[in-house]
């Protein structure tokens, strides 16, 4: 079973938890706030975060990046409590400084991963430079690490970007390099991996090109072999980096697909699949670790370590989570949104919530990122909140709602909400009463007319 590692996923909603959007600039819709944190407390006491945000500067501390755009999305959807769906797509568009270089390029990669297999094809289209076509398989042999991987190659190499001689001196030499790979695979892995096969197939001159088939075969146990060569590299290699037991999460199925275009420098990535195991144990084992290294370097500041320390307690769960973001860079600035939504946050209590956002406002924020509590609603249960007087006096405050400038705001752990139930007024109890009449009497209509 393939091991999931979750660690892009943890960094951005742990990072979203404890940083401080000291950088957010006020956006243009006033209502929404789009740059804020909402906690949204449910009839049912479960709480949510959305985090929005819109960071821009001029000039741009980028302004020598190779790239013009940056987006992502990601979903994550428990389908079960032992069943998660996540998907996930990026999209990078480059300067058009790199065309000249570039225009010429397309690539395409595909693949399916499965609980034992994996199934890969790749091609890429380069003129005068390179041209391939290939695919990988690779299968667990002898769980949880024993593996077989074959490789198939088909390439062109251009005379303009590969030494003729040197090509034909390679191909002369074939049965050399396979015993001389060989040996260098077993000794870098300590016997862990075996080079099976390395076969070349077919090999052709064309005028401006050679063409070749290669075939590649290895086996072995992955995880040991990796360890070997990290150790041989002299690798810092703690307990962490190589686990004893896999995660408790593993890949059932997953797709992915990758393109390049030349013509348009833009780079997509998108891949979807579901995961099988306790997705939110997962996340905050992974969370717990997270804060718990930021908490062992020395170089963190004492301010922050608090900050750490009372994000801590607080577990994570996802029902639901979209995060999405979008970066984009200009010759002189550049200008990045963020939003997080459906973060559920399980504190030890909701005060413990509120004294970590009441300390996050010590921090230095902008009146323009708004923190913003918000009441749920379910049937005709409500949630209000109710703010002492003691607390910084909001600058919205309504029974479900209630909004501050995200900085210095004091007591607002003792802030407190009630889960109340709406009543039926008369109104809607005579027109629910009228239409169950109607309904009864029209029931009666018809079964006399069939008695007829």
Request: glycine share 8%; proline share 4%.
């Amino acid at each position: 079973m393939k091991p999931v590692h979750g660690h892009l996923i943890i960094t951005l909603i742990v990072m979203s938890l404890v940083s401080t959007p000291t950088t957010w600039v006020k956006g243009a819709d006033a209502e929404d706030y789009d740059n804020s944190i909402t906690v949204t407390v449910h009839p049912d006491e479960s709480i949510t975060v959305t985090l929005k945000g819109i960071s821009g500067e001029s000039p741009s501390p980028w302004e020598d990046a190779s790239f013009r755009e940056l987006s992502m999305v990601l979903n994550v959807t428990a389908e079960d409590e032992d069943l998660t769906t996540i998907a996930n797509e990026w999209r990078v568009k480059l300067d058009p400084s790199e065309y000249a270089e570039l225009a010429n390029l397309d690539m395409e990669l595909e693949g399916h991963a499965g609980a034992t297999s994996t199934n890969l094809t790749a091609t890429i289209d380069y003129p005068g430079y390179l041209g391939l076509d290939g695919s990988l398989g690779f299968v667990v042999v002898e769980p949880p690490h024993g593996f077989v991987l074959d490789l198939n190659l088909e390439a062109k190499l251009y005379y303009s970007n590969f030494e003729r001689e040197e090509l034909s001196m390679m191909v002369a030499m074939a049965p050399l390099l396979e015993t001389q790979l060989s040996s260098m695979i077993m000794n870098a892995t300590d016997g862990n991996i075996a080079l099976e096969r390395l076969e070349l197939l077919d090999y052709e001159e064309e005028p401006d090109h050679a063409s070749l088939r290669v075939r590649l075969s290895l086996s072995g146990d992955l995880q040991k072999g990796l360890q070997s060569v990290l150790e041989g590299m002299d690798a810092e290699i703690t307990p962490e980096d190589v686990p004893e037991e896999l995660p408790s999460l593993t890949i059932e199925s997953l797709d992915y697909h990758v393109t390049f275009s030349g013509s348009t420098l833009v780079l997509e990535a998108d891949s979807g699949g579901t995961v099988s195991g306790d997705f939110n144990g997962q996340l905050n084992d992974m969370k717990d670790d997270y804060l718990g290294r930021l908490l062992e370097d020395d170089e963190l500041d004492e301010q922050d370590r608090a900050l750490v320390a009372q994000a801590q307690p607080i577990d994570l769960h996802v029902d639901d989570l979209h995060i999405e973001s979008t970066t984009t860079y200009e010759e002189e600035s550049y200008t990045s949104t963020f939003t997080v939504e459906g973060l559920g946050l399980r504190p030890p209590s909701f005060s413990d919530l509120l004294d970590l956002l009441e300390e996050l406002s010590m921090r230095g924020s902008s009146e323009d990122v708004k923190l913003v509590l918000e009441g749920g609603t379910s049937g005709n249960q409500y949630v209000v909140f109710t703010v002492p007087d003691a607390t910084k006096t909001p600058i919205v405050e309504e029974e479900g709602r209630v909004v501050w400038d995200m900085t210095d705001i004091d007591n607002l752990g003792d802030v407190t909400y009630e889960v109340k139930t709406r009543g039926l007024d008369t109104t809607t109890i005579v027109a629910a009463s009228a239409v169950g009449i109607a309904a009864i009497g029209a029931a009666a209509f018809f079964l006399m007319r069939r008695k007829v």
